[in-house]
């Protein structure tokens, strides 16, 4: 699905959480001390492509899926203000056919996997007195495990091709929040990339082919990375 089409529907899904958010009661759990909260969020993706032409190669078949989740938790320390961590899982699978410019035909497989794990501090802004909108920054450090197995069989040769990638990255995530109902609430935020690095390393046919290391500094807000969580937030004491 394009990802224009995926931000406009994740905006007008969060417009509508706002509006219904607007006519109902003050929310009975409040950003204060002693409040624990645990969040949700995922997608799927199925793709499936014929004879499309790529200038040095055209594609006659291909299929492409995936799929993410992810899962967040935290605890409130003060009014406004908490810490927490986070996990994600990603997957993804490619079979293509595709044909060169030489009509020589070559079969793909495709596999990857990124798991990734932070921890965060995440400040509110209260919109109102009732604290049912609030505003919200995130600013965390991830740790980022990539790997992606590539098998082309090309004129009855097959070549294996290992790639994994580790790095850590700190950034900021600004985003906007909506309590529903009681306790549970709404957060549509998007990714500030601010400084990452990591090493990556390159198999052939089970022999290092080649390792690099990076270092990058992007303050680029991203805003086709919008996502909306759901999150559910309680009191452990009083």
């Known amino acids: 699905m394009n990802k224009h089409l995926i931000l406009y529907l994740c905006c007008q899904m969060f417009?509508?959480?706002f509006l219904f958010a607007q006519t109902t009661k003050q929310p009975n759990v409040l950003l204060t001390?002693?409040?624990v909260f645990f969040g949700l969020s995922g997608g799927a993706s199925i793709r499936e492509t014929e004879n499309q032409d790529l200038f040095i190669f055209r594609i006659k078949e291909q299929q492409k899926s995936?799929?993410?989740v992810f899962v967040s938790g935290g605890y409130v320390l003060g009014n406004d203000f908490g810490v927490g961590g986070a996990f994600r899982y990603d997957q993804s699978r490619l079979t293509r056919t595709a044909v060169d410019q030489d009509g020589i035909v070559s079969d793909i497989k495709e596999a990857g996997t990124i798991?990734?794990?932070s921890a965060y501090l995440k400040y509110f802004i209260p919109l109102g007195a009732s604290k049912r909108i609030?505003?919200?920054?995130i600013a965390g450090v991830a740790w980022v495990n990539d790997n992606n197995l590539n098998e082309t069989l090309t004129q009855q040769v097959l070549t294996r091709t290992y790639t994994t990638i580790n790095s850590v990255q700190l950034g900021?995530?600004?985003g906007i929040q909506v309590f529903i109902i009681d306790g549970f609430a709404t957060?549509?935020?998007?990714?500030?990339a601010?400084?990452?690095g990591g090493a990556k390393k390159v198999y052939v046919n089970g022999v290092e082919d080649s390792k690099s290391n990076r270092l990058d500094i992007d303050l680029k807000l991203d805003i086709l990375s919008a996502s909306i969580s759901f999150y559910y937030y309680f009191r452990v004491n009083n």
Not at 134 to 137: A, K, P, T
Not at 187 to 192: D, K, T, Y
Request: proline share 4%; charged share 5%.
């Open 194 to 196: 601010g400084i990452s």
């Open 187 to 192: 957060e549509l935020g998007v990714n500030i």
């Open 66 to 68: 995936g799929f993410n």
């Open 33 to 35: 001390k002693g409040i």
């Open 115 to 117: 798991l990734t794990s």
């Open 172 to 174: 900021f995530s600004p």
């Open 15 to 17: 417009c509508i959480t």
């Open 134 to 137: 609030n505003l919200y920054n």
